[in-house]
């Protein structure tokens, strides 16, 4: 801690960081633009200065940058100096003399940092009387749009981009008045971080391209706290809602995990729950087709099914919440609860779970990958099943030049002598893979093998690090030696990292992983251990102990069980499609789901069923923190003959009808707290955000902002009478202005806004995300409310490391048969993200990739096509020649239109010439 | 860096397709030898470039790029940053006309007219029959001599407006 | 002191602009490469370091800083880090500026040397010389010389069959004035855009690519092997007694004067003494208005003030700098706003555009400007102008560019404010010649 003198006040603050930093953390504002918490200080944009004194007697002070300053003990500084406050207006009038007067049509407007800077700095007449520069525009792919002349060059797109990120397509150029930032040439931005280009740029230049066609202003959306529902990692997102439709995802900020930044799957996946062609009443079965049927009416068929059936199985889903998959059980009965993965996931799945629940060492948070300083990545190619994970490890990898600034005693904020000591030099990150990964050009060491020569590399590194763990024999000495570096290099790292996960579709790879985290921990090490889940929610139903999806199948098939209750699932993405045929042509199908998929339409009842948006629930994520999603918006207020809820909420229906208890308005609560009760693994979720009895000051929190417009001619099209906004009787948010807006740092006790409570960023001066300093304890820290979630175990620490011991046998290659593996794709593998347009263009085309041998024992070339049988279906695809598959291995990109789902490990017949 | 558009496409003069040539090539990975990172020789590689072809194209900063294991964007973003690299093709012989303040005093703004009066072109501009280019060029280092100019890597002194003619007869 | 006196000039004793400069053979034969095998024979490096630092030698580049003190920052001793670097600082394009080219034209042997001993100094491991594209002959003869040296054996592994080694390259650049700057310059030698880097951290400690560098201009590094071969006292005296400083110093003047040119003269030369007897005085008909002392990055003065001693100090007290030391002669017959015109033009042009003040300011400054010359300004515009000399001061950019910049304005709109005035709109129209410098 340091003592800081600022206008005449003592304040205790964070010695290590700079000026700015302290300041904002302490709620004081200073203007800037160059800095970013995740980015450090470059002193560009000159827009932070501040009079800085010697000693308190000091009167004359000079200005300095408060981001290159930093803030030890004795620091005098004044803020509100006048030569300070003169040279920061000046600054913001340098930087608006190019900037065109386009807010009224510009998509940043209202939540732009620039608007909100040039208040602050009080520069508010136009005295440049010339005309301004201008530049061209790049057309930046489906995600991004750019409006380059609305630039205030303060260089962040750049930094975030390219050190931060590792984008090699996007670069600054041009010199004096006339730097351009975009790409060399037009064309899509390639980095999957991209996204996060439209908050990281304080101005209008990148805006969200998927926003822009049902554009609406920030404050003109309805919000609430929601968790990205596109990988297991949990991001906390911030979706904005207007007229029944999902117009934005923005950043939803969360010390743990997060923090400021989401992958673009996660901000640009939103599409599907806007799509016309999704179920928005119930349907029932005529004539081999589904037709539109009221909701009375599918409820009284539904009964009789479910009253006059001997056998009903459930079947839940990873990405269903918590609640609507506890719902099912409930309706079913325990034994007749079925889990939504394939067989092969569920298997992946309780390994993953039972590794970090009854194991040593419980998994690190995603936020907390980023402090590692050497890491293995076994097996997971994170930047496709979890993307924000291979940011997080970036930021590993750049770890070194924080040590270098430390060993220099410079700051950890010195952006620029980070790049500079560093240069292209990283912390050590060992990678194994089938494939090439979008790791590989950070990794010190990659290894491409089939997933039982990894996992005996893995199980070689637990050995070298602890000679407890089991050894592996016969392994040539090249892996050996391999194995030996890896171990050395994780021993000597202060926090090593092991990064694993279900991606790779071998439980041999997961209990490699484990036993390398084991090792490390024997030896006494804080080891960050990190595995990935298939999807959103694959903790929270594996917790739930279902029965294997093919057990319900063959019920179904044999005649064993009648009816099936398909929750929010596509059954023909989790088992080969004649095996789910086999069972759905006999079963009489139940299904409740928001979006239209081959199994809805085997359905006798589909429901419509609420998305992560439009109604609330727990799920839990890779690292099993449970975390609470909220309904953005009611859909019914703008349509009050659509009939989508919850699944939880269907279910709960379903149960009074068949019960005929009457008790028909289930609460999220009751649900949740039922479950809580019913399983205790599940005793933490109520805590994972106030119920909704819980009150800020006596208010329900506001969905909208105080400035939200138009609410009373919104149904101006239904009726001219304004109705009651709508009633939550499942959380402490309101549908409305009307609620607690707050920070915490105004006259408000700072604990009162809980951390699941926080919808959107804003606070008084500040519109744009950079709001979320307002809500932290210290800038780039924990949200002051708490971050969002709980954990529902902690580490076993005590518990005795009883290492796996099964060792594979070594791959052996078989040219004719190859093994297949499903590559998996950021864009395309994960369902929902895959039905938003903006993300479905960006969808590889199908292909088959294998190395250079194996296409020249078969005198294939690029782009030849083969026809390839995988599980009886054949497929005829383009060649890609990858010389980094190893041999008797190809591989299929998982989810390409055309490609059914794969499971890794099938084999594969090709031929040549012939089409399918 | 190009744009949307930024030069009709008819304004360019036809060139034949780009291809690193092999001395080149062999003279930028000597020059990564010089430095402790290859990124280095990004000057000296677009330099090469330029010296055969007159200017550096997309193509090429592609290709240095490869050779130098760096990115595009990197090596283009150099190549925009700098005044004596040509994104945009140029004629046969480029005029560099010293404009800073030495020159200046001593009559650059006469020699200037004189040029663009001559050649019938103003900065930036190249001669119908691609034989010059004409350019400002900051101070020279001649300031005793001036004005000053270069054509190609020739540096000439005390150019009056008077002797331009013969002087550029010298450059076919 | 008149032209004729007669003094020691070390560093251009063996310049002759007509001919071809020194081979190594024929620099060796007048005492060359003496200074190197004195160091790396019979002298520790922190001798060298020592022997320069008693000699006061200050930087040549334009802000005088002691290069002893610069030297004796970088980490030596077994435990300093294996790669360190010297750069010459060989970019001059400070407007007004012509004495390095002479240098380096002139005799490359002895820069050749003089980096191969202040490499000694600090134990580097690789030397290059940053020299500005547009120097084509200087490349040339450099380069010549460091192929003879590297046959002499003064260049590479192990020099004079020590264990030390340098190697030494000439490293030219593309053309940016902001690569003068030292940080930038690093920047751009490691291939990257030349945007200057903040400091701390300084070169000594992280420089290129991350590792103890230092940079020096072309004439610093001159004195250095003279200085080995003679020691302080002698250094000290060159400047006989005119300034605290030591040496001498390339000065030199051009504009409308009758003999411009450049100079080797003892530190403290007066002004006049250059304009008038070196430089002839201003060509008939024409009569001083004001003078750049060291490159467009200085306050202008006025005719009398030429009395004052060309130093660091003196210059300083003056409310300008010496910077490179080579005079800029206004006349009479100028426009101040078109000189200022020109001025500000260069630095907006040369503007990194890293930061804000400098890169937006300066291109505003220029329009202001012009529509004064085109008498179309508007009485805030002069009131802007005098902002911006504040707004664009020492500390408040990214580095001393903006600043430079401001130095010619500032000292303008002290000295010649009628002229300033006159260009707001309420006076006569523009004559046609007027506008076209509008365009
Ligand atoms: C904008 C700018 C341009 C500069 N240009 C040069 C230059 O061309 N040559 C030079 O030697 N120093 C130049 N300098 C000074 C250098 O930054 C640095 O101080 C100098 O190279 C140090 O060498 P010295 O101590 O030997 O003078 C420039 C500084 C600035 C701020
Ligand atoms: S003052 Fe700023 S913009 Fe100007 S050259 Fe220096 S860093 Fe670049
Ligand atoms: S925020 Fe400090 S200079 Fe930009």
């Known amino acids: 801690m340091a003592t800081i003198h600022v206008d005449g006040k003592e304040y205790e603050v964070d010695g290590s960081d700079n000026l700015l930093h302290a300041c904002l953390s302490l709620g004081l504002n200073i203007p800037y633009f160059c800095w970013h918490p995740a980015l450090g200080s470059v002193g560009a944009c000159r827009q932070c200065a501040v009079k800085q004194f010697k000693d308190a007697d000091d009167t004359r002070g000079r200005l300095v940058m408060s981001c290159l300053t930093s803030a030890t003990t004795g620091t005098y500084i004044s803020i509100t100096d006048p030569e300070a406050v003169a040279f920061r207006a000046s600054v913001d009038e340098f930087l608006m003399a190019n900037h065109p007067h386009d807010c009224p049509v510009c998509e940043e407007g209202g939540h732009c940092h620039l608007q909100d800077m040039t208040v602050m700095t009080g520069h508010s007449l136009r005295r440049y009387h010339f005309t301004k520069r201008t530049h061209l525009n790049q057309d930046l792919g489906p995600f991004i749009n750019h409006e380059m002349n609305r630039c205030i060059a303060c260089y962040r797109c750049d930094r975030f981009y390219r050190e931060y990120a590792g984008g090699t397509d996007f670069g600054v150029f041009g010199a004096h008045d006339n730097v351009y930032f975009g790409r060399p040439t037009p064309g899509t931005l390639e980095n999957e971080f991209s996204g996060n280009l439209t908050e990281v740029c304080p101005t209008g230049v990148f805006t969200d391209k998927t926003h822009s066609e049902r554009y609406v202003r920030k404050w003109d959306m309805q919000y609430a706290p929601s968790v990205c529902m596109h990988c297991s990692l949990g991001c906390n997102v911030s979706p904005g809602e207007r007229y029944g439709e999902i117009r934005r995802i923005e950043n939803r900020y969360n010390g743990t995990i997060n923090h400021y930044f989401l992958c673009d799957r996660g901000r640009f996946g939103y599409g599907y729950t806007n799509r016309k062609d999704r179920p928005r009443v119930a349907f029932i079965a005529q004539d081999g087709k589904l037709a539109q049927a009221s909701t009375e009416d599918a409820r009284a068929r539904l009964g009789g099914l479910l009253r006059g059936a001997k056998h009903v199985v459930g079947i839940g889903s990873p990405r269903a919440s918590l609640e609507s998959n506890f719902a099912l059980r409930e309706l079913v009965g325990a034994e007749n609860f079925f889990d939504g993965h394939s067989d092969a996931e569920h298997v992946l799945v309780a390994q993953a779970i039972a590794i970090l629940r009854d194991g040593p060492v419980a998994s690190t948070t995603l936020k907390a990958l980023e402090s590692g300083d050497a890491a293995l990545v076994l097996g997971e190619d994170v930047m496709q099943t979890a993307p924000r994970a291979a940011l997080s490890l970036r930021q590993a990898a750049r770890g070194l030049g924080q040590k270098l600034l430390a060993q220099q005693k410079l700051q950890h904020w010195q952006a620029g002598a980070l790049e500079n000591l560093a240069q292209d030099h990283y912390n050590p990150i060992f990678v194994t893979a089938t494939h090439a990964t979008r790791l590989d050009p950070i990794a010190t060491e990659t290894c491409r093998a089939a997933v039982e020569d990894q996992a005996r590399l893995g199980l070689a590194v637990a050995h070298f690090i602890d000679p407890a763990a089991p050894a592996v024999a016969g392994l040539d000495a090249a892996t050996e030696a391999r194995a030996q570096r890896i171990a050395e290099c994780l021993l000597a790292a202060e926090r090593p990292l092991v990064v694993s996960g279900t991606g790779a579709g071998s439980a041999e790879i997961l209990q490699a992983a484990a036993n390398v985290a084991w090792a490390l921990h024997a030896r006494g090490k804080t080891v960050g251990f990190f595995l990935a889940f298939p999807e959103a929610n694959s903790f929270g139903l594996g917790l739930m102990d279902a029965r294997p999806l093919g057990e319900a199948l063959d019920a179904l098939a044999n005649g064993a069980a009648e009816v099936a209750i398909v929750v929010e699932n596509d059954l023909f993405r989790r088992a080969p499609t004649a095996r789910v045929e086999a069972a759905l042509d006999k079963a009489r199908l139940v299904v409740v789901d928001h979006q239209d998929t081959p199994t809805t339409r085997h359905a006798e009842v589909l429901l419509p069923a609420a998305t992560v948006f439009e109604g609330d629930g727990t799920v839990v994520n890779n690292e099993g923190r449970a975390q609470r999603y909220f309904q953005v918006f009611d859909t019914a207020y703008y349509h009050p003959d659509i009939a989508t809820t919850e699944s939880w909420r269907w279910l709960r229906r379903l149960l009074s009808d068949v019960r005929g208890d009457g008790h028909d308005a289930s609460t999220f609560d009751e649900v949740s707290s039922a479950c809580a009760a019913v399983l205790p693994q599940f005793t933490a979720i109520t805590k994972a955000a106030p119920q909704a009895k819980f009150r800020i000051l006596g208010l329900k929190a506001a969905r909208t902002p105080h400035r939200y417009s138009g609410r009373t001619a919104m149904r101006a099209n239904l009726s001219v009478h304004e109705p009651r906004a709508s009633q939550d009787a499942d959380s402490p948010l309101a549908f409305s202005m009307e609620g607690f807006n707050g920070t915490g740092t105004d006259n408000t006790p700072a604990d009162q806004r809980p951390g699941a409570l926080v919808s959107y960023a804003w606070a008084p001066g500040w519109n744009s995300p950079q709001a979320w300093n307002k809500f932290q304890d210290e800038v780039g820290g924990h949200l002051r409310g708490g971050d969002p979630g709980v954990h529902l175990f902690t580490a076993n620490t005590q518990a005795s490391t009883t290492y796996f011991t099964h060792i594979p046998a070594a791959f052996v290659v078989d040219n004719t048969t190859p093994r297949v593996v499903a590559l998996p794709q950021i864009f395309g593998s994960e369902l929902l993200s895959s039905r938003a347009e903006p993300v479905a263009s960006r969808i590889t085309e199908a292909y088959v990739a294998m190395n250079g041998t194996l296409a020249a024992t078969l005198s294939l070339a690029e782009h030849d096509s083969v026809a390839v049988t995988i599980a009886g279906s054949v497929l005829s695809l383009p060649v890609r020649i990858s010389d980094a598959l190893p041999d008797g291995i190809i591989g299929v990109p998982d989810g390409a239109p055309g490609i059914p789902r794969i499971a890794t490990g099938a084999q594969a017949t090709l031929k040549v010439g012939a089409a399918a | ?172 | 002191m008149n032209a004729d006196t007669v003094f020691e000039r070390p560093l251009t004793a063996h310049i002759d602009p007509t001919r071809e400069p020194l081979s190594l053979k024929e620099y060796e034969a007048v005492g060359g490469y003496a200074a190197l095998r004195k160091a790396v024979k019979e002298m520790a490096p922190g001798d060298v370091t020592k022997a320069v630092k008693d000699a006061n030698l200050r930087g040549r580049g334009g802000a005088g800083f002691p290069t002893g003190v610069k030297w004796s920052l970088i980490p030596m001793g077994a435990d300093a880090p294996r790669d360190k670097y010297i750069i010459c600082n060989a970019d001059e394009m400070e407007p007004g500026t012509f004495k390095d080219r002479l240098l380096m034209e002139g005799n490359p042997h002895q820069l050749v040397e003089a980096m191969l001993v202040s490499a000694y100094a600090i134990q580097a491991s690789r030397a290059y010389i940053f020299l500005r594209g547009e120097y084509i002959l200087a490349a040339q003869r450099l380069r010549a010389a460091i192929a003879e040296a590297m046959e002499s054996g003064y260049v590479g592994a192990h020099i004079l069959g020590g264990s030390w080694g340098v190697s030494l390259s000439v490293h030219t650049g593309a053309g940016r004035y902001i690569c003068g700057e030292e940080t930038a310059l690093i920047n751009s030698l490691e291939g990257k855009r030349a945007n200057p880097r903040a400091k701390p951290p300084f070169p000594q400690i992280a420089g290129l690519w991350g590792k103890p560098t230092v940079v020096n201009n072309v004439e610093t590094l001159c004195n250095v092997p003279h200085i080995v071969n003679r020691g302080a006292d002698w250094f000290h005296g060159l400047s006989q007694g005119r300034s605290q400083d030591s040496g001498t110093k390339l000065y030199g003047c051009s504009g409308r004067v009758k003999n411009p040119g450049c100079w080797e003269l003892p530190f403290g030369t007066t002004a006049r003494e250059i304009l008038e007897d070196y430089a002839g005085g201003l060509q008939d008909g024409l009569k001083l208005k004001c003078w750049l002392p060291g490159g467009a990055s200085t306050d202008f003065l006025l005719p009398e003030q030429l009395d004052l001693a060309m130093d660091y100090d003196t210059i300083g007290h003056a409310h300008s700098r010496m910077g490179t030391g080579l005079i800029m002669a206004v006349d009479d017959h100028q426009d101040i706003l078109k000189v200022l015109l020109n001025l500000e033009e260069f630095f907006a042009q040369e503007s990194c555009g890293w930061c804000t003040p400098c890169r937006d300011g300066l291109p505003w400054s220029v329009k202001i400007l012009r529509a004064l010359i085109a008498r179309q300004g508007r009485r805030k515009d002069i009131g802007i102008l005098e902002e911006m000399t504040h707004a664009l001061g020492p500390g408040r950019t990214f580095c001393a560019h903006a600043p430079g910049a401001m130095e010619p304005l500032q000292s303008a709109l002290r000295f010649f404010r009628d002229e300033f005035e006159a260009g707001v709109a309420e006076h006569p129209a523009p004559t046609p010649a007027e506008l076209q410098v509008l365009t």
Request: proline letters at 6%; glycine letters at 8%.
């Open chain 2, 1 to 172: 860096m190009s744009t949307a558009d930024p030069v009709k496409l008819k304004d360019l003069p036809k060139v034949a397709p780009f291809v690193l040539h092999p001395d080149d090539r062999a003279a930028i990975v000597h020059e990564k030898t010089l430095y402790d990172y290859p990124r280095a020789a990004v000057i000296e590689a677009l330099k090469i470039v330029q010296a055969r072809h007159g200017w550096v194209c997309d193509a090429a900063v592609t290709a240095i790029a490869d050779v130098l294991g760096v990115t595009a964007a990197d090596v283009d973003g150099v190549a925009t940053f700098y005044n004596l690299i040509f994104r945009q093709p140029v004629g046969r012989h480029v005029i560099k006309i010293c404009d800073s303040i030495g020159c200046f005093l001593t009559g650059y703004e006469a020699l200037r007219a004189a040029f663009e009066k001559h050649l019938g072109i103003r900065y930036g501009g190249t001669t119908p029959d691609n034989r010059f280019t004409l350019l400002p060029v900051v101070c020279l280092g001649a300031c005793d001599r001036g004005p000053v100019i270069m054509i190609d890597d020739d540096t000439h002194f005390n150019v009056g407006p008077d002797g331009i003619v013969a002087l550029l007869e010298r450059y076919a």
